[in-house]
């Protein structure tokens, strides 16, 4: 078959923080996309302004840059393990993967994950050692460790014989032999496309035969709609052709190996708009054809998996593209408490309905319930960050709401409870590593693998429950002083490990209204650690701190001195008073317990008992109990 050779379609796949964005910084300034007056700001592709503070990719980003003719389309996919269904679905778009992966660091969970995939597709991905700059980097022993994967993985002989390339992606510059590392940033990015250009295979491109192509990715427009995204496997479709969209499922999806599928839906709509990506802008076109990667817009509903084909092809539907399903759900409620409506847009259930209807339009990994509650829904995501993430958008957004402690979903398997569980693996000095093996093991971890690392550190691969690590980050890094670095990633699913012991300390909770005072606030401080400031607004119900013991502690942090006609000029001057904790979003989902809620304004996170009377509160354990 004929091939596109003037186009190159290729996905940068790497674990978190492994550089990924900023090395297409460095690919554009080399293909010279923008002038070179141009005001560039970093990590380009994170046009999200929370992809910005976070520094993370969050969802996959195209772009394309020209290099001697030859247009290679780069798509940038997200590295944390919370994202990365979509990276699988990316990868049926391309024809290689760039594997970028840290010199210091190694392969790293994620790294292993989004691997496999690629090299059960067939794909030959291309390797990037990155970081090779820096002091602790070592390029031959990530090297090493990068091939003992590819064969771990069951990468086939053309697979293991990869191309290598070495450099650091911030500093712009890239080589393919370790010899010419020294001086390597006066040679600039010309190995990377030279080994692009020569290695990753064209597209195939039968312009003549019927269209066809599969929806990968969803875009969303006020105007027009869903917008399906995916490569053009064969033909060409023009602005207001007409086409069939086909959706599909499996017919056993336990049993996919058989392929095995039937198509639910088909109709015919026409190809209202198209558009391509050049450089960093998505244009309209009028017409695309094989080998382009495009979004099309026409029909009312477009699924992931969906054929996009000519007539012609009738029936002859792709299979089926897979979806990640949900491990972690949490209700979103209407803010009932007593300050709502005074910082932010204080939002009914429809319209809470409506804004995560939206979200679900592009982002297909979230789930959405009405279980008939009249104050909220129960929302489902791949992970505990990617839902608050969600929470952080709607929140800038001007919406105030609340949201329930994380949960995990589990499932009946041969009539027995399964629940999720994680790889997880942590990069501790050697002097943690009893307090981290104390407390992971309360919470049903089992050690797999621990390597020693040369600079004082060790590198231990544990099995986790899901429900292990919700609420466990904080501790870690307290723990090992901020030294610690963990990363995880869904394996599957176990049977239930058994109980897990919850929050080992208390709340201190509000019984009035008002502003907090410190003249109460010093006592309190003895009791625990205290969460709020002098003169922050605080109600009834409300959390002001932590409790130095298990059990919850009622308190009034809004109660004033008492005033006399004998006062001392300088009493009020000796308070001394802690720095507050302050919580933010992930830290206080992390810290609730279940009878607790996150209370989310524009301006602040606040922490709330779900029953806010104390009395009432009483009543409901009392009948708990019972």
Known sequence: MKRAEHIRNIAIIAHIDHGKTTLIDSIFRAAQVFRENARVEERIMDNNELEREKGITIRAKHCTVEWKGCRINIIDTPGHADFSGEVERILSTVDSVLLLVDAGEGPMPQTRYVLSHALRMGLKPLVYINKVDRKEADPVLALNATFDLFFELGATEEQADFPVLYGSGLAGWAVSDLSEIEGGESKGMDALFEAVIRCVQPPLADEEAPFRMQVSTLAWNEYTGRMGCGKILQGKIRKGEEFLRMATRWENPSDKENENFSVTESERTKAVQIFVTRGLERLEVEEASAGDIVWISGPKEIGIGDTFSSSELEGQALPPLDIEEPTVSMFFLVNNGPFSGQEGQAITLRQLKARLEREMHVNVALRMEDLGRPDGVKVSGRGELQLAILIEEMRREGMEFCVSKPEVITEEIGGALHEPMEDL??????????????????????????????????????????????????????????????????????????????????????????????????????????????????????????????????CNPTK???????????KDFTVKLDVPRRMGLEKALEWIAEDELVEVTPKSIRLRKIILDDGERRKAAKKLSA
Do not use: C
């Open 425 to 554: 693996v942590v990069d501790i000095p050697e002097e943690y590593q009893g307090v981290v093996f104390e407390k992971l093991s309360r919470r049903k971890a089992r050690v797999k693998e621990i390597q020693n690392l040369r600079t004082g550190l060790m590198r231990i691969f544990f099995n986790i429950p899901t429900r292990g690590l919700i609420g466990y980050r904080g501790e870690f890094l307290t723990d090992t002083r901020g030294l610690g670095i963990m990363s995880s990633r869904f394996s599957g699913y176990s049977p239930w490990t058994g109980e897990i012991t919850p929050r080992s300390r208390g709340a201190l909770v509000s019984l009035d209204t008002g502003e907090a005072t410190s003249y109460q606030l010093e006592n309190l401080q003895e009791r625990g650690t205290l969460f709020v400031s002098p003169m922050d607004k605080i109600y009834t119900g409300m959390i002001v701190g932590e409790n130095s013991r298990p059990s919850d502690m009622p």
């Open 560 to 570: 004033r001195k008492q005033a006399t006609n004998h006062r001392s000029s300088t």
